[in-house]
């Protein structure tokens, strides 16, 4: 009846596993964090497995705010309610915040030299690069996808086409191929339960 | 550069950030347009130079996108309380600042993924909830492969910007296929980029 569904080795121990977990990682995300997650959460914690991850990111990616802050809130507050979540989330920012103040003050006027602009070009290059691999890595997770492997990789190749070629609005493609998606795999769902 | 904020303009700023943030669909960068409009164009409180330094920063040091969030109301607060040079109530007034953005933007979408998460990971087993998650994996796995692809191919210049599509290209053979540490990749790009090969 079910799908077949990983369950995730590990979870965090309690409050202060959040904390420091997201702490940690936070401070290892240059030009964004979701390599970094990826990486600690799956593959080094294991608290998801990567269907749960990209499940987890899909939602975190529709709603509004910053994925990683809506990743945050999820995993907290899944494991610990809302005390989780707080947890999850200032463990997140707390840190950065302090951080990027005190570069802030310590680099003012460095930041538009022509030094400090290759070194953004360059971690930009390579963050860049990180995220492809993630999204590359997670194609894997597909494979217990409820609409099949092949329908997967032409909904993600419109998708690809649509944002990376096009560059049409991400609005208008999540709102146009998103309920075409769901409503396709709700089909897929209901046919396999029926079989 | 120097302005006067009152009260009444405080709340403008938190009310605005309140409002941007049900906005932010797809990261904290979509809402840049607008935050520039805002500041920058209309009310005059930040300068041009710091809103673009801002985002540059904030993508320079560790942490999620959102910190340009912070960094932004920093620099809104310095120039309100004299900067760095007025000492401590300078620093204060800019701390002031982050505080006002920052929970600003977060409290209204961080109410709603909470509240939302919670209902859908109690109805996981909904035909609905399933249908989403299943639907939404292939379109949420190419739009990172996308990201990539635009973060890359943002450099028009194919004769002077190839070295950085090598550079992602290799970033993303290595992350893919070995377990290096990321911020070992990120320091290698840095370098190059402070050498000025790429």
Same mark, same amino acid.
């Given at each position: 009846?079910?799908?077949?569904?990983?369950?995730? #080795?590990?979870?965090?121990?309690?409050?202060?596993?959040?904390?420091?977990?997201?702490?940690?990682?936070?401070?290892?995300?240059? !030009?964004?964090?979701?390599?970094?997650?990826?990486?600690?959460?799956?593959?080094?914690?294991?608290?998801?497995?990567?269907?749960?991850?990209?499940?987890?990111?899909?939602?975190?990616?529709?709603?509004?705010?910053?994925?990683?802050?809506?990743?945050?809130?999820?995993?907290?507050?899944?494991?610990? !309610?809302?005390?989780?979540?707080? +947890?999850?989330?200032?463990?997140?920012?707390?840190? #950065?915040?302090?951080?990027?103040?005190?570069? +802030?003050?310590?680099? +003012?006027?460095?930041?538009?030299?022509?030094?400090?602009?290759?070194?953004?070009?360059?971690?930009?290059?390579?963050?860049?690069?990180?995220?492809?691999?993630?999204?590359?890595?997670?194609?894997?997770?597909?494979?217990?996808? #409820?609409?099949?492997?092949?329908?997967?990789?032409?909904?993600?190749?419109?998708?690809?086409?649509?944002?990376?070629?096009?560059?049409?609005?991400?609005?208008?493609?999540?709102?146009?191929?998103? #309920?075409?998606?769901?409503?396709?795999?709700?089909?897929?769902?209901?046919?396999?339960?029926?079989? | 550069?120097?302005?006067?904020?009152?009260?009444?303009?405080?709340?403008?700023?938190?009310? *605005?950030?309140?409002?941007?943030?049900?906005?932010?669909? %797809?990261?904290?960068?979509?809402?840049? =347009?607008?935050?520039?409009?805002?500041?920058?164009?209309?009310? *005059?409180?930040?300068?041009?130079?710091?809103?673009?330094?801002?985002?540059?920063?904030?993508?320079?040091?560790?942490?999620?996108?959102? $910190?340009?969030?912070?960094?932004?109301?920093?620099?809104?607060?310095?120039?309100?309380?004299?900067?760095?040079?007025?000492?401590?109530? %300078?620093?204060?007034?800019?701390?002031?600042?982050?505080?006002?953005?920052?929970? %600003?933007? $977060?409290?209204?979408?961080?109410?709603?993924?909470?509240?939302?998460?919670?209902?859908? *990971?109690?109805?996981?087993? $909904?035909?609905?909830?399933?249908?989403?998650?299943?639907? $939404?994996? =292939?379109?949420?796995?190419?739009?990172?492969?996308?990201?990539?692809?635009? /973060?890359?191919?943002?450099?028009?210049?194919?004769?002077?910007?190839?070295?950085?599509?090598? /550079?992602?290209?290799?970033?993303?053979?290595?992350?893919?296929?070995?377990?290096?540490?990321?911020?070992?990749?990120? %320091?290698?790009?840095?370098?190059?980029?402070?050498?000025?090969?790429?």
């Amino acid at each position: 009846m079910t799908t077949p569904h990983s369950v995730a #080795p590990n979870a965090p121990q309690n409050k202060t596993d959040l904390f420091v977990s997201f702490t940690v990682l936070a401070l290892q995300g240059f !030009g964004g964090v979701l390599a970094v997650v990826q990486r600690e959460l799956v593959e080094k914690k294991q608290w998801l497995t990567p269907d749960e991850f990209v499940e987890d990111w899909a939602v975190a990616q529709i709603l509004p705010g910053p994925n990683v802050v809506n990743l945050s809130l999820m995993i907290g507050g899944r494991h610990f !309610g809302l005390p989780g979540a707080l +947890a999850a989330l200032s463990g997140l920012l707390l840190a #950065p915040t302090v951080l990027v103040l005190l570069i +802030a003050i310590a680099v +003012a006027g460095f930041a538009d030299t022509p030094v400090a602009q290759g070194m953004l070009r360059g971690m930009g290059a390579v963050s860049a690069g990180l995220i492809a691999a993630v999204g590359i890595k997670l194609m894997g997770a597909l494979k217990n996808n #409820p609409m099949g492997m092949l329908t997967c990789i032409g909904m993600g190749a419109l998708t690809f086409i649509a944002i990376g070629l096009l560059r049409l609005p991400l609005a208008w493609v999540l709102l146009s191929l998103g #309920p075409l998606s769901c409503v396709w795999a709700s089909h897929c769902i209901k046919q396999r339960g029926a079989a | 550069m120097s302005i006067t904020l009152t009260l009444a303009d405080w709340g403008a700023l938190f009310l *605005h950030f309140i409002s941007l943030s049900l906005l932010a669909v %797809g990261g904290a960068i979509t809402t840049a =347009p607008d935050i520039h409009r805002y500041l920058v164009d209309e009310t *005059h409180w930040l300068s041009d130079t710091q809103f673009t330094s801002s985002i540059a920063l904030a993508q320079g040091a560790p942490g999620p996108n959102v $910190m340009f969030i912070a960094l932004v109301g920093w620099n809104v607060g310095l120039n309100a309380g004299g900067g760095l040079a007025a000492g401590w109530p %300078g620093i204060a007034l800019a701390l002031w600042g982050v505080l006002i953005t920052m929970v %600003g933007i $977060m409290i209204p979408s961080c109410t709603l993924t909470f509240v939302a998460t919670q209902w859908a *990971h109690r109805n996981r087993e $909904m035909l609905a909830v399933k249908a989403f998650k299943g639907g $939404m994996a =292939p379109i949420v796995i190419a739009l990172l492969i996308a990201t990539g692809w635009l /973060l890359t191919g943002n450099h028009e210049n194919p004769a002077r910007d190839w070295p950085l599509w090598v /550079l992602a290209g290799a970033t993303t053979l290595i992350v893919w296929k070995t377990k290096t540490h990321l911020l070992l990749l990120l %320091g290698f790009g840095a370098l190059l980029g402070a050498l000025g090969w790429i």
